[in-house]
């Protein structure tokens, strides 16, 4: 129950979307878009209560997961060892999500925008946070770069995430 406190940050950026959706519903067309293709288009489409409530769910169901696989990892005693970039690490991947649907509203909505754009600057930013903490993520089974040599050793652990760090962030910052 500490973990559920401790994570009111988490929690708002989880339900302010769920917020918006109550303030619009009646706003909202009986079919709203759930995917956009490539060319930014939305190319499927779901009822409102699928849309803009079940689907988003899954951020709800992704706090709960990742805050089981530190309990469940072998290696569970790493977490220890980085608890905050831990925690910076769910937070980015809840604010995507969030932001996800947040712009799929404001679409919905009628506020027509360049959908592509929009969520690969969403990922890019997500990859740059990522990109910062790689370095100092700790050996573990669901946190990182994970092969059979990362795994088996701690050396061969830091020096790639040391490396992958410095990737993502010169990709990242060079794809923006």
């Known amino acids: 129950m500490k973990t559920l406190k401790n994570d009111w940050l988490v929690w708002t950026i989880i339900l302010a979307p769920y917020i918006l959706v109550a303030y619009f519903w009646n706003q909202f067309p009986e079919q709203v878009p759930t995917h956009f293709g490539l060319d930014g288009k939305p190319d499927d489409y779901s009822s409102k209560v699928v849309g803009l409530i079940i689907l988003p769910g899954v951020n709800i169901l992704m706090y709960f997961l990742l805050l089981v696989l530190p309990k469940i990892d072998p290696r569970r005693k790493n977490y220890e060892l980085f608890p905050e970039k831990y925690r910076v690490i769910r937070m980015g991947i809840h604010s995507l999500m969030s932001y996800l649907l947040v712009i799929t509203i404001f679409y919905s909505l009628g ?31 669901f946190v990182g770069v994970r092969t059979p040599w990362t795994l088996a050793s701690e050396t061969v652990w830091t020096k790639t995430h040391r ?14």
């Open 111 to 141: 506020y027509h925008f360049d959908m592509g754009l929009m969520v690969v600057y969403g990922i890019l930013i997500l990859l740059l946070i990522l990109g910062n903490l790689m370095g100092n993520i700790r050996n573990n089974f």
């Open 163 to 176: 490396l992958t760090a410095k990737l993502w962030v010169a990709a990242t910052l060079l794809t923006m």
